[in-house]
């Protein structure tokens, strides 16, 4: 029985070395490819930094009217172009501008690059199963995994700024577009497959001219989510140095400044409002169009 009175104190010790192992080779490697990694995000962070200043240097009218434009070509509804007017009005009267340009650039290039990264996944998830069976266990582990404990290796890689601010959405946000492209490629009737397959359809012509179509109203409400949990993690990636909505909300936390964090938090509620009816509306009217076609 001495052995199991000696049990709690090996297993600990063995754990700490493991550890220790473990920490050491992360540390040697963040050193060894840090910079040759950083580097490859720097077209990204570009980008980024382009837009921001498009947004922001430009005549506010002009971005407002852009804006606008927008939401009404998505949703073809005069009352959520209204309320997304208005909305950007107030935003604008109350000192958030800057702020907010700052988190619509960088929810946009986060939600391109989980579309970009996200639609090939999810169909090479509906093509195998065997696939699928080893993504899943990844996309449940990136959506219940607190977002805080990922920040710790980003941020030993990349230090703090816009390029862990970016990752740490895009990891956050991703699965629900490749979940969501995946069910929409699986839910496409096999009759039409098998009338494609008889007019002698190639896989690729299959995909790109029956599935992807058939499957782009499921597509887009992937994309309405992961636009919806990239706005949820603005807070956080103002932690890691990211400018926007989120750095007043954590300023007003730190100093007790409570008009500061309520202002700012109900100006991200509004951008994911305008976000989410715009999406949601477009993703309707997609839904329509193939119902028509195919109905």
Same mark, same amino acid.
């Given at each position: 029985?001495?052995?199991?009175?000696?049990?709690?104190?090996?297993?600990?010790?063995?754990?700490?070395?493991?550890?220790?192992?473990?920490? @050491?080779?992360?540390?040697?490697?963040?050193? #060894?490819?840090? %910079?040759? &990694?950083? $580097?490859?995000?720097? +077209?990204?962070? =570009?980008?980024?930094?382009?837009?921001?200043?498009?947004?922001?240097?430009?005549?506010?009218?002009?971005?407002?009217?852009?804006?606008?434009?927008?939401?009404?070509?998505?949703?073809?509804?005069?009352?959520?172009?209204?309320?997304?007017?208005?909305?950007?009005?107030?935003?604008?009267?109350?000192?958030?501008?800057?702020?907010?340009?700052?988190?619509?650039?960088?929810?946009?290039?986060?939600?391109?690059?989980?579309?970009?990264? @996200?639609?090939?996944?999810?169909?090479?998830? #509906?093509?195998? %199963?065997? &696939?699928? $069976?080893?993504?899943? +266990?990844?996309? =449940?582990?990136?959506?219940?995994?607190?977002?805080?404990?990922?920040?710790?290796?980003?941020?030993?890689?990349?230090?703090?700024?816009?390029?862990?601010?970016?990752?740490?959405?895009?990891?956050?946000?991703?699965?629900?577009?490749?979940?969501?492209?995946?069910?929409?490629?699986?839910?496409?009737?096999?009759?039409?497959?098998?009338?494609?397959?008889?007019?002698?359809?190639?896989?690729?012509?299959?995909?790109?001219?029956?599935?992807?179509?058939?499957?782009?109203?499921?597509?887009?409400?992937?994309?309405?989510?992961?636009?919806?949990?990239?706005?949820?993690?603005?807070?956080?990636?103002?932690?890691?140095?990211?400018?926007?909505?989120?750095?007043?909300?954590?300023?007003?936390?730190?100093?007790?400044?409570?008009?500061?964090?309520?202002?700012?938090?109900?100006?991200?509620?509004?951008?994911?409002?305008?976000?989410?009816?715009?999406?949601?509306?477009?993703?309707?009217?997609?839904?329509?169009?193939?119902?028509?076609?195919?109905?």
């Amino acid at each position: 029985m001495e052995w199991l009175q000696e049990f709690p104190a090996m297993s600990r010790g063995g754990l700490r070395e493991m550890r220790q192992t473990i920490d @050491g080779a992360f540390k040697d490697f963040t050193r #060894a490819y840090g %910079d040759a &990694i950083e $580097s490859a995000f720097d +077209p990204i962070k =570009d980008f980024l930094i382009f837009l921001e200043q498009l947004l922001i240097n430009s005549p506010w009218p002009i971005i407002l009217a852009v804006l606008v434009g927008i939401v009404y070509l998505m949703s073809r509804n005069a009352r959520i172009t209204i309320g997304s007017l208005v909305a950007l009005c107030v935003i604008g009267y109350l000192g958030m501008w800057e702020d907010t340009m700052r988190t619509i650039a960088m929810v946009t290039v986060c939600t391109m690059m989980a579309i970009v990264l @996200g639609i090939p996944l999810g169909i090479l998830m #509906a093509r195998s %199963d065997r &696939i699928q $069976s080893i993504i899943n +266990p990844v996309l =449940d582990l990136m959506q219940t995994m607190p977002s805080f404990v990922y920040l710790i290796p980003v941020v030993m890689i990349f230090g703090l700024g816009k390029v862990p601010g970016m990752i740490a959405v895009v990891i956050y946000a991703i699965p629900p577009m490749i979940r969501l492209t995946n069910l929409g490629i699986r839910l496409v009737d096999q009759d039409v497959l098998e009338a494609a397959d008889a007019f002698g359809s190639s896989s690729w012509q299959k995909l790109t001219n029956v599935q992807l179509p058939l499957a782009l109203p499921t597509i887009m409400a992937g994309v309405n989510q992961t636009i919806m949990m990239a706005l949820a993690m603005v807070v956080v990636a103002a932690l890691i140095g990211v400018k926007g909505l989120g750095q007043p909300v954590l300023n007003a936390i730190a100093n007790q400044y409570l008009t500061m964090g309520v202002m700012n938090g109900l100006a991200i509620v509004a951008i994911a409002i305008i976000f989410d009816r715009a999406t949601q509306a477009y993703g309707k009217r997609l839904q329509k169009h193939s119902e028509v076609i195919h109905g």
